[in-house]
């Protein structure tokens, strides 16, 4: 194949992909988004209650993790904790302590009233689970 004829497969190839991106990308002038946009109906409130966003879990926190939780102060803090052994959850500064069944998932929440930066523990092994980041 000469130099030519691999040149004109490349120009192809990127008009190809061009018109590919355009089509994927819903392209078109303002007018057709003008058209669309007026022919969608929008949704009632009852048909926008129906089905609700669900909304996201909390962070998981495990031993040997240690991620930094971050909160506005007034916030809900709101996160779970898991491990292998009865145990109970410490949170410093807030002194906030949740028991912790083996093999099961605790939810802890709590209201981010006081800013700084606090270690979140496992309290009879001492094992860190993460820290709470409060920004007033």
Same mark, same amino acid.
């Given at each position: ?16 992909? /061009? /018109? ?11 007018? *057709?988004?003008?058209? *669309?946009? =007026? ?7 009852? !048909?926008?209650?129906? =089905? ?8 998981? +926190? ?6 930094? +939780? ?14 292998? *052994?009865?145990?109970? /959850?410490?949170?410093?500064?807030? &002194?906030?302590? !949740? !028991? ?6 605790? &939810? ?29």
């Amino acid at each position: 194949m000469s130099r030519a004829q691999r040149l004109t497969f490349l120009g192809i190839a990127a008009i190809i992909a /061009v /018109v590919a991106v355009i089509v994927l990308s819903g392209g078109g002038d303002e007018t *057709d988004k003008a058209a *669309d946009a =007026t022919a969608t109906p929008t949704p009632s409130t009852s !048909e926008a209650t129906a =089905t609700p966003t669900p909304k996201p879990k909390p962070p998981l +926190l495990r031993a040997g993790k240690e991620p930094t +939780l971050s909160f506005g102060q007034g916030d809900t803090v709101r996160f779970r904790v898991r491990h292998g *052994d009865a145990e109970e /959850v410490h949170i410093h500064g807030y &002194d906030i302590k !949740e !028991e912790l069944a083996a093999n099961e998932t605790a &939810d802890v929440s709590f209201e981010a009233s006081i800013s700084g930066i606090f270690e979140i523990e496992l309290e009879h092994s001492g094992t860190p689970l993460g820290r709470l980041k409060v920004e007033p």
